[in-house]
Every structure is written in C-alpha cells, then in structure tokens.
C-alpha cells in the first residue's frame, strides 16, 4: 500500500523560509517522477516542484524559481522541498504526488499524471 505523508507546512511572514517533507512507503523503485504541488483557495492545483526520480532532473515552476529546491534522500524514499523569500501568493495547501507508470524519464507536471497523493500540508505567508 502507497503511502505519501507531509510535514512542515505553518504560517511565516513574507521573506521566511520553510522546509516541507514527505515520507512515502510502498514506492521503493517503483515511483517514476515524484514532486509538489499547490492548490490555492478559488485556484487549480499547479506543479511547483518535480523531480525525476532515477536521474534526478528537476522542475521549478516560474513563479518559485530561484527560491524554492526539490531534494529527494539517496533511497528515493523521501522529499523535501526548501522555501525561501516566501511571499503571500505562496499561501497554499502543499501536495506531495508520485507517479509509478509511463516512462522513467519524463517529468509530467499536470496533476492528472500523477497517481499518488498526500493528504496536503498548509503553508501560509503573511505580509
């Protein structure tokens, strides 16, 4: 059984830095890309950060570019996203999603590619 847990959301005033993280169980070489999303109250989920799991490459949506870094640990069991210069259009509720079919080298950053899902972490930003 797939499971995906995140941590770390909370509130931060805008120019902090926060640390989510999601431990998954069940997906140990079976996950082809992995990564975070964002769903805004009145907005559509989008991807924020990905990561290919086996080879590593990496997806940042523009809007976090250069502030926020998608790690996975060396058993690929586990990711982290590091937020900097956080700022209140962040304020979200933060998904960690896995994607175990297809191929192991894309990066799909649409939700509807990924079949896994936590239960979201809320990270809100005060001005």
């Known amino acids: 059984q797939v499971q995906l847990v995140e941590s770390g959301g909370g509130s931060v005033q805008a120019g902090g830095s926060l640390r989510l993280s999601c431990e998954t169980s069940?997906?140990?070489?079976?996950?082809?890309?992995m990564g975070w999303f964002r769903q805004a109250p009145g907005k559509e989920r989008e991807g924020v950060a990905l990561?290919?799991?086996?080879?590593?490459?990496?997806y940042d949506a523009d809007s976090v570019k250069g502030r926020f870094a998608i790690s996975q640990d060396d058993a690929k069991n586990s990711l982290s996203l590091h937020m900097n210069s956080l700022q209140p259009e962040d304020t979200a509720m933060y998904y960690c999603?896995?994607?175990?079919?297809?191929?192991?080298?894309?990066?799909?950053?649409?939700?509807?590619?990924?079949?896994?899902w936590g239960q979201g972490t809320q990270v809100t930003v005060s001005s």
């Open positions: 069940g997906l140990t070489y079976n996950s082809r890309s």
């Open positions: 999603a896995a994607r175990s079919g297809g191929d192991w080298y894309s990066l799909p950053i649409t939700p509807n590619d990924y079949d896994y």
């Open positions: 990561i290919v799991t086996q080879i590593g490459r990496t």
